[in-house]
């Protein structure tokens, strides 16, 4: 995955230099729109693909699914990723602490946390999405059931038998 | 009704108030008429010699509302006359005194509690002439003269301050404020003027309020007992009824003046003028004069035309009456009137109703068209009902369309998920493709699968999308390879129902992650490349032997994940383990009982036996991916006696009879010997490690061949199948072998050891496993050689695949009760375990 990334911001890299500092926008579910960089939106898999593809980056590209507040956090970490260096080693511990921060905010707000991960799961924002998910298993992590079901919020609906096989899943864990 | 009544010359008097009072009864209350006329009847019944004087007295009670008291009126009227002559100076009241007076109000024998409102009025009207005169004259014999008005007065002026800091301070608050007056200041819920009230009649000097208070309540906690005030105040009261009852009856009008008002005054003046005789004649008086006062004035009017009245008010029409029927000659004139009067009131009445249709009219006209408004709000309200529904309606079926699209795209992926368990070389490639594969799809539709992402997002977290919860479960697995923190999967595994579906389907089988999760793995194949490491623990004195999971590489270990439990029994013809998931719950018929392993009478020979048959026909007959996945469970009676046998192990002496090393041979009915062979699998892996669906009658397997090759030709098909959707590189030599091969159980031998010179033993390489020598220890490798009668006609000499030379199952020693067990794939755990404990229990042991 590291070697990946690299690589991945190697391209980038490339296609900066080729492409310029084009501004893109992206439009919110509510219609607000927002200009990025390009290589703030390339952070994006979805949205590079289109504009690798060609044509509509005049236009803007409308996220049906994604509203304003969400879609600003995104933005902020794209622009911290994709406008960013991340060179030196001091240029990398800054963006880990800054992705240590992103993620300490998110975590305090479940329904937050929820609306970002599925943005960057919609935007195959790769980093994010790790970041988000990760963030995510460490909420489980140490929990009992039915603290996992307070901490997100869940409703229990499984079976007799399922509980069943719970209770013998949990008598041998 | 009262038409007939004047033409009555000579009705009596109990049929007179009768009628009236029925006639009556129309404007004034029935209940206080039929009182007043019952007592004054009795009444006067009792005192025909004094009648007037009840008449009058009668009629004070009746402007009170109450018929209460005739003869107390009569004695305190009597009483008050007869002391008026005395001469009462002004006094000062002491403490003491005031006490004394309480105490004797308190003996009266009036209920102060009882009676309220008007009736505590009356009878304090009625009675207190007496009460006074007589408490009063017992005062006077304690040596305190005070006159009957000043007792009266003084009580009614602590009676007064009493009832007026009841009122604002409230009963029980009252008493304790009396006690302290600081806590007058705490009550908040009072008003700045209340309190100064309150506190104006706290601070006057003969308040007595606990002495009031007990004397309203009816007890003595405040007021001390006096028998001798008590006896003396009785025998005045009974004095003065005596006194009063022998008295006469005129001359005592004066008395009631104060209470008496002047038009009863005047009455009584009239009563003299009707006829003595006449007893009837005053409650019908009574009546009717209540009537005429509330109903009309001009009734009365009419009626004095005649000129029999002498006052021009609403009393007329009794008077009418009552002079009518003693003389008779103006009967007729009276009975035209009353008609006159019928005629106007039924004109009235007639006036009323013709309002009262007018009213309902209006009303009615009013209900229809609110129920018209009504009717119109209720249609227009179905119809937004109606745009709502359909609204909704037209969201769903996009939904779906949304949802059907991603089941596809998740479709596509599990495709390629199922592959790469398949081929597990392949797995990360094949994992990798999917992702980037759906990835794609998603972008080509962005704008469907965004729409469909909405729809999941109202639910939130307990429907995180399949790929998402997919990630966030995997890097829990990844983190947590071992024991105990895998807990977090197998909890995450019971949030809910999506996420135990998603945990279950993402938690591989040991078999190609090396990992026991859920306890189903116990009865799934080992791992592939490595073998999980266990130990037993044996105890000897309650012949248990449990099986844990090392959670370190170290030989010995104290602590391990908990994985079986076994409980040897001794029985007449064999011996027998039974074999359960908890080490507390070691019953055949708990549900935590998985299966046995029982010897020969020599010890022998040993047959493993599961509660689950070996292959599951409905499992079988789907593809592998399904039997794989949880869902496909059927609910069934659990029947733990019902046993499959899988495998069999047997011990064979060597040519150095029971000196040497044994030689082992395990036959496992349930694992075809193609499993191990490229492209291999164990088929029919059950769903669950208890036994739960039994509904297929398998009964005990008999290995007749027919059987197997049913199953097998069953396995390949399905086999087939998978191979043919997951990608041609897979198992591409497994399908060129005939069923016969694939029908061969697998069969296990173990290692022969060889025989080390140095130090004198046979010797096994266990790789640091095993540290103390035993004959129980073994190595198991798979048979190469077919079995015999086997034989292998279209397997043109293939290179012996690598599997065989691996060690499945290694058992041995590493301390007193101590053994390690490590084993992989195909076997399973249990299976695993089963072999380890026949070895325990053998009799073929050398020296």
Not at chain 2, 122 to 146: F, H, L, P, T, Y
Not at chain 2, 155 to 173: P, V
Not at chain 2, 340 to 358: C, F, G, K, P, W
């Amino acid at each position: 995955m590291a070697t990946g990334s690299g690589a991945a911001a190697a391209a980038a890299d490339a296609e900066e230099k080729e492409s310029g500092s084009r501004m893109i926008t992206l439009t919110s579910n509510e219609g607000k729109a927002f200009v990025v960089t390009e290589a703030s939106a390339r952070q994006s898999a979805t949205i590079r693909s289109m504009v690798d593809d060609g044509g509509c980056v005049d236009k803007g590209f409308p996220l049906p699914n994604v509203d304003s507040k969400t879609l600003a956090r995104v933005i902020q970490y794209c622009d911290e990723h994709g406008n960013k260096e991340a060179h030196t080693v001091d240029e990398r511990a800054a963006l880990a602490k800054f992705d240590k921060d992103f993620i300490a905010e998110l975590d305090a707000d479940k329904a937050f946390l929820y609306d970002v991960t599925m943005a960057a799961n919609y935007l195959h924002i790769q980093g994010l999405f790790a970041l988000t998910t990760q963030c995510i298993a460490d909420t489980i992590k140490g929990k009992t059931p039915e603290e996992i079901r307070t901490a997100f919020g869940i409703e229990y609906d499984l079976t007799a038998q399922d509980e069943e096989e719970i209770k013998e899943e949990d008598t041998h864990a | 009704m009262h038409a007939p009544n004047p033409g009555k010359q000579g009705f009596d008097h109990t049929q007179m108030p009768g009628n009236l009072s029925m006639h009556v009864n129309q404007s004034t209350d029935s209940d206080h008429l039929s009182e007043f006329q019952f007592g004054e009847l009795g009444k006067v019944d009792h005192h025909h010699h004094h009648h007037h004087h009840h008449r009058q007295h009668a009629k004070n009670g009746m402007s009170d509302d109450e018929e209460h008291g005739v003869n107390e009126d009569a004695t305190d009227s009597q009483s008050g006359k007869g002391k008026k002559g005395a001469a009462w100076q002004r006094m000062k009241w002491t403490d003491s005194m005031v006490k004394l007076l309480i105490t004797a109000v308190s003996y009266t024998g009036e209920d102060p509690g009882a009676d309220s409102g008007a009736g505590k009025r009356n009878s304090a009207i009625m009675q207190k002439k007496g009460k006074w005169k007589a408490i009063s004259k017992v005062m006077g014999e304690r040596g305190c003269s005070v006159s009957p008005q000043q007792c009266e007065d003084k009580f009614n002026d602590l009676n007064k301050r009493y009832k007026r800091l009841t009122d604002i301070l409230g009963r029980g608050t009252a008493c304790k404020i009396v006690e302290n007056h600081a806590l007058l200041d705490c009550m908040s819920n009072l008003s700045d003027k209340m309190k100064d009230d309150a506190r104006k009649i706290l601070s006057s000097k003969h308040l007595f309020y606990e002495e009031m208070c007990s004397y309203h309540n009816n007890n003595r906690v405040s007021l001390p007992e006096d028998p001798a005030l008590q006896r003396s105040l009785q025998l005045a009261l009974r004095c003065k009824d005596e006194h009063d009852l022998r008295r006469g009856t005129s001359g005592d009008a004066d008395e009631d003046d104060q209470s008496v008002d002047s038009d009863s005054k005047e009455e009584n003046d009239e009563e003299h003028y009707t006829l003595q005789g006449d007893k009837s004649a005053l409650p019908m008086h009574k009546r009717l004069r209540h009537m005429t006062d509330q109903e009309d004035v001009g009734f009365g009017n009419s009626s004095s035309s005649h000129g029999c009245s002498r006052r021009s008010d609403s009393h007329g029409i009794s008077l009418d009456i009552n002079k009518a029927f003693p003389d008779g000659t103006n009967l007729a004139l009276a009975q035209k009137d009353l008609a006159t009067q019928s005629a106007d009131l039924e004109e009235q009445r007639l006036q009323i109703e013709v309002q009262a249709v007018y009213l309902a009219k209006q009303r009615l006209k009013w209900e229809r068209f609110s129920k018209n408004k009504d009717r119109e709000l209720e249609q227009m309200r179905l119809e937004n009902e109606k745009m709502r529904l359909e609204n909704k309606r037209l969201e769903l079926e996009r939904g779906e369309a949304e949802m059907s699209f991603r089941s596809i795209v998740r479709d596509v992926r599990d495709g390629f998920g199922s592959l790469s368990r398949r081929g597990f070389e392949v797995r990360l490639v094949g994992h990798r493709r999917g992702r980037s594969h759906s990835a794609v799809h998603e972008l080509r539709d962005g704008h469907a699968a965004a729409a469909a992402a909405d729809v999941v997002q109202s639910s939130c977290w307990a429907n995180l999308p399949p790929e998402l919860l997919r990630d966030v479960i995997e890097r829990l697995e990844a983190s947590e390879a071992a024991w105990p923190s895998r807990k977090n999967v197998v909890a995450c595994a019971a949030v809910c129902r999506t996420w135990r579906d998603m945990c279950r389907e993402i938690v591989k089988n040991p078999e190609f992650c090396g990992k026991i999760t859920f306890p189903v793995s116990l009865k799934q194949p080992g791992p592939r490349d490595g073998a999980i490491q266990c130990f037993i623990k044996r105890d000897k004195s309650t012949q248990t032997y449990n099986l844990y999971l090392c959670l370190s590489s170290a030989v010995l270990v104290e602590s391990g994940k908990f994985l079986l439990s076994a409980k040897r029994y001794s029985r007449a013809t064999c011996t027998e383990y039974t074999i359960f998931m908890s080490a507390d719950n070691t019953s055949r018929s708990s549900n935590m009982y998985i299966g046995k392993l029982r010897s020969n009478l020599l010890g022998t020979k040993f047959v493993i036996y599961d509660t689950q048959p070996p292959c599951n026909t409905a499992n079988v007959s789907q593809s592998g991916k399904t039997s794989r996945r949880f869902y496909s469970r059927k609910v069934s009676p659990k029947n733990p006696s019902s046993t499959y046998s899988i495998a069999q192990v047997s011990y064979e002496l060597n040519v150095l009879g029971t000196r040497g090393p044994r030689r082992m041979n395990c036959v496992m009915h349930s694992i075809p010997a193609s499993s191990l062979e490229a492209g291999g699998t164990v088929p029919c892996q059950p769903d669950s490690v208890l036994a739960r669906s039994l509904d297929e009658s398998f009964g005990s397997i008999s290995f007749s061949k027919s059987s197997i090759m049913d199953r097998s030709i069953r396995f390949s098909s399905s086999r087939y199948s998978d191979i043919s959707v997951g990608g041609p590189m897979v198992g591409g030599q497994a399908l060129g072998d005939s069923d016969e091969s694939k029908e061969r159980p697998l069969i296990l031998r173990n290692k022969a050891p060889r025989w080390h010179e140095q130090l004198q033993c046979w010797c096994l390489n266990f790789k640091g496993r095993v540290t103390v020598a035993s004959v129980k220890n073994f190595q198991l490798v798979a048979a190469t050689q077919p079995a015999a009668g086997a034989p292998t006609p279209s397997q043109p000499a293939p290179p012996p695949p690598p599997e065989h030379d691996k060690v499945i199952l290694q058992f041995g020693k590493v301390a007193k009760d101590m053994f390690t067990m490590d084993y992989r794939y195909p076997l399973s755990a249990f299976q695993a375990f089963a072999i380890c404990l026949s070895s325990f229990d053998t009799k073929l042991a050398c020296e």
